[in-house]
C-alpha cells in the first residue's frame, strides 16, 4: 500500500502562483510514476502532469511553459509548481503514483483561481 498526501491548494488571483506538494509513504519504490492529475466541476478527471524513474516528465499541453512537476526520491514527495494560474486551472488536483501492480490517489487539495 502506498499512502498520500497533498498540500498546498488555495486562491489564487489570475496570473499568480502555487506550489502543491505530496508526501508518499509506504510501498514506494524509485521506479513507481508518480504525477498529478485534477478534476474540474462537470468534467473528467485529467492528467496534468507525470515524472518517472531518472526524473522523465510529460505535461498536459494545457500546462506546458506554466507547470513544473519535481520530485525527491531520498523523500518520496513530488511537488508541481504552478505559474501564470489561470481560472480554467481551478480543480481539484490529485497525487497519484503507478506502479506494476497499482494505482493509488490522494484525498486532493482544491485550487481556485479566481479574482
Same mark, same amino acid.
Given at each position: +500500500? *502506498?499512502?498520500? %498526501?497533498?498540500?498546498? @491548494? &488555495? $486562491?489564487v488571483q489570475p496570473g499568480g502562483s502555487l506550489r502543491l506538494s505530496c508526501a508518499a509513504s509506504g510501498r514506494i519504490s524509485s521506479n513507481d510514476v508518480m504525477g498529478w492529475c485534477r478534476q474540474a466541476? @462537470? !468534467?473528467?478527471?485529467? $492528467? *496534468?502532469? %507525470?515524472?518517472? #524513474? &531518472? @526524473?522523465?516528465? =510529460?505535461?498536459?499541453?494545457?500546462? !506546458? @511553459? #506554466?507547470?513544473?512537476?519535481? #520530485?525527491?526520491?531520498? !523523500?518520496?514527495? %513530488?511537488?508541481? +509548481?504552478? =505559474?501564470? $494560474?489561470?481560472?480554467?486551472?481551478?480543480? *481539484?488536483?490529485?497525487? =497519484? *503514483? +503507478? =506502479?506494476?501492480?497499482?494505482?493509488?490517489? &490522494?484525498?486532493?487539495? +482544491? %485550487?481556485?483561481?479566481?479574482?
Amino acid at each position: +500500500q *502506498v499512502q498520500l %498526501v497533498e498540500s498546498g @491548494g &488555495g $486562491l489564487v488571483q489570475p496570473g499568480g502562483s502555487l506550489r502543491l506538494s505530496c508526501a508518499a509513504s509506504g510501498r514506494i519504490s524509485s521506479n513507481d510514476v508518480m504525477g498529478w492529475c485534477r478534476q474540474a466541476p @462537470g !468534467k473528467q478527471r485529467e $492528467l *496534468v502532469a %507525470v515524472i518517472s #524513474r &531518472g @526524473g522523465i516528465t =510529460n505535461y498536459a499541453t494545457s500546462v !506546458k @511553459g #506554466r507547470f513544473t512537476i519535481s #520530485r525527491d526520491f531520498a !523523500k518520496n514527495t %513530488v511537488d508541481l +509548481q504552478m =505559474n501564470s $494560474l489561470q481560472p480554467e486551472d481551478t480543480a *481539484v488536483y490529485y497525487c =497519484n *503514483v +503507478q =506502479n506494476a501492480i497499482a494505482e493509488y490517489w &490522494g484525498q486532493g487539495t +482544491q %485550487v481556485t483561481v479566481s479574482l
